[in-house]
């Protein structure tokens, strides 16, 4: 089996890979057997899917890099010889990290290129704006969004043909939870931004507290656009949690973690959540970044883990894709990496496992696929998980020495 796989590594077949290792399966003899250039290339009329990324506006630094990886992720399969044999193509547009925006075009991607599928959009408060939309139209969608909301149900709205690659979160509240009870911390606080993927957070950490035996003791709120959240944590710390949870994406993060820095007296131990972990913070945070705590991919420190564990293989040959690609020198490795990879890696083996491109197959064999090994995780999707992965499938980290290690 390690040879097997050490094969894989130099072939760099990720999106085969993980595509044949849905329900447990090896990969085909022929993706194993001869290079990429071998393949048959792809005949027919293309697959067409569409792509939603924000490439301008604050959450472009998630949104570019997302559109070059998922670019990149259609190159490697259509040289792999496509999906059913046919190329796949991509169609891509700015949402200009605007909800509004995000709608209208998943409105062009499908009544106008008459898209299969979309991947995308990058933001929680885009992902909302299309769900409905596509909901309606019967377009099978998956998010790289990091909240909950978009596959919550409930309030929220059926997500049948809704889907997304990165951790819920749930998920990564019951890994923040996990460590800290771990460390006998059970008093905290939360700080979270007013936005969609911050209070869908704050939801989620007030909602599981009482069965992980956490107690939140305060909680204050800010928007992310601010450039000052002193007196916010100021307010934390006065109510002396044992630790602070932030829930934010982007800069807003490294704010906090200089605000609570340059406070006075004992400083609580401070937890970021999964959007943070990056190259960004470090730079934004500096000094203040030291010693945080956040949860975050296994992108982030690949070097610990073990030739046994199964997406080793996978996140080797992204990193070495990744960089071959140029992509590492404009937008450096971070936890959202991954996710429109992810992404694909789902669609290819939705496609596959469906055996034909037609959106209702193609929604029923995501729903039920199993043992995908992508960058973020092992995917196992049910009628009632559209996400697939579990809390095993993130790491604890902390920063020391400005860089990421696995936290003690």
């Known amino acids: ?9 130099a072939l760099l077949l990720v999106p085969a890979i993980a595509a044949a290792q849905q329900a447990g399966q090896s990969p085909a003899p022929a993706a ?14 293309p697959i067409v899917i569409g792509g939603l990324f924000a490439q301008s506006g604050p959450a472009a630094v998630v949104g570019t890099p997302s559109k070059l990886v998922a670019e990149m992720a259609v190159k490697q399969i259509n040289a792999m010889g496509g999906i059913l044999g046919r190329p796949l193509k991509l169609i891509a547009y700015d949402t200009e990290s605007s909800p509004d925006v995000a709608l209208r075009e998943a409105r062009k991607l499908v009544e106008g290129d008459h898209v299969l599928a ?22 099978p969608v998956i998010m790289a969004v990091g909240g909950d909301a978009v596959i919550a149900g409930g309030k929220f709205g059926p997500y049948d043909w809704t889907f997304k690659a990165p951790q819920r979160t749930a998920t990564t509240v019951a890994k923040i939870y996990e460590y800290l009870k771990g460390k006998n911390i059970s008093k905290i606080a ?5 936005d969609a993927f911050g209070q869908d957070g704050l939801a989620e950490l007030k909602q599981n507290a009482s069965k992980s035996g956490i107690d939140i003791i305060a909680a204050e709120t800010f928007d992310p656009k601010d450039t000052d959240f002193s007196a916010q944590a100021f307010k934390l710390q006065a109510a002396k949690p044992q630790a602070v949870v932030v829930w934010t994406i982007g800069p807003a ?33 500096g000094e203040a970044a030291g010693g945080t705590i956040m949860p975050g991919t296994k992108l982030m420190a690949p070097e610990t883990l073990s030739d046994e564990d199964p997406q080793k293989i996978v996140i080797e040959s992204f990193i070495k894709a990744y960089k071959d690609a140029g992509i590492q020198e404009k937008f450096p490795l971070n936890t959202h990496s991954g996710y429109a990879y992810d992404a694909l890696t ?25 043992h995908v090994v992508g960058v973020s995780g092992v995917y196992n999707l049910s009628s009632q998980d559209h996400n697939g992965l579990g809390p095993d499938s993130m790491i604890m980290l902390i920063v020391d020495s400005g860089r990421f290690k696995l936290a003690p």
């Open 1 to 9: 089996m390690a040879k097997i796989l050490m094969l894989f590594a």
């Open 32 to 45: 194993t057997a001869q290079p990429a250039e071998q393949h048959p290339a792809p005949t027919g009329d």
């Open 118 to 139: 979309i991947i995308g959009p990058t933001s929680t408060g885009e992902g909302l704006a299309v769900k409905k939309y596509t909901e309606e139209k019967h377009v």
């Open 190 to 194: 939360v700080m979270s931004s007013k």
């Open 253 to 285: 993060g490294a704010i906090a973690a200089k605000d609570f820095a340059s406070l006075p007296g004992e400083r609580p131990l401070l937890v970021e959540c999964h959007g943070q972990p990056g190259p960004n913070y470090l730079k934004l945070a």
């Open 346 to 370: 789902l669609l290819r083996a939705g496609l596959e496992k469906a055996g034909k491109a037609d959106p209702e197959a193609l929604r029923e064999a995501l729903e039920n696929l199993h």
